[in-house]
Nanobody
């Protein structure tokens, strides 16, 4: 069973950048999708971005498009989320996830089969 470790969170000032990583314990199926979600206290889990493993097609949530970039390195079974122009409202625990379904509805958390433990991102005013 695939295990995911997400990392790279921290404290940054508004306008700053962070790069999150999601490392899988083994090979990721070529048809899989890797996604990132975030959750702030008292709020619903929110879709951030996703990428298809074989084709590299990307998807973004409305509030991060143009600021965040998702990417992958299949050779080391790792995905990345580059976050630029961070805002205080980006503060949340960020989770990576992998779906092994073919062409999942990538914005739905229920479509994902494996989850990382989460990494805290805090953006100060």
């Amino acid at each position: 069973q695939v295990q995911l470790v997400d990392s790279g969170g921290g404290l940054v000032q508004a306008g700053g950048s962070l790069r999150l990583s999601c490392a899988a314990s083994g090979p990721i199926d070529s048809w899989a999708t890797m996604g990132w979600f975030r959750q702030a206290p008292g709020k619903e889990r929110e879709f951030v971005a996703a990428i298809t493993w074989s084709g590299g097609r990307t998807y973004y949530g409305d509030y991060v498009k143009g600021r965040f970039t998702i990417s992958k390195d299949s050779a080391v079974n790792t995905g990345y989320l580059q976050m630029n122009s961070l805002k205080p409202e980006d503060t949340a625990v960020y989770y990576c996830a992998v779906s092994i379904r073919y062409l999942p509805q990538e914005q739905r958390s229920g479509e994902y089969d494996y989850w990382g433990q989460g990494t805290q991102v805090t953006v100060s005013s």
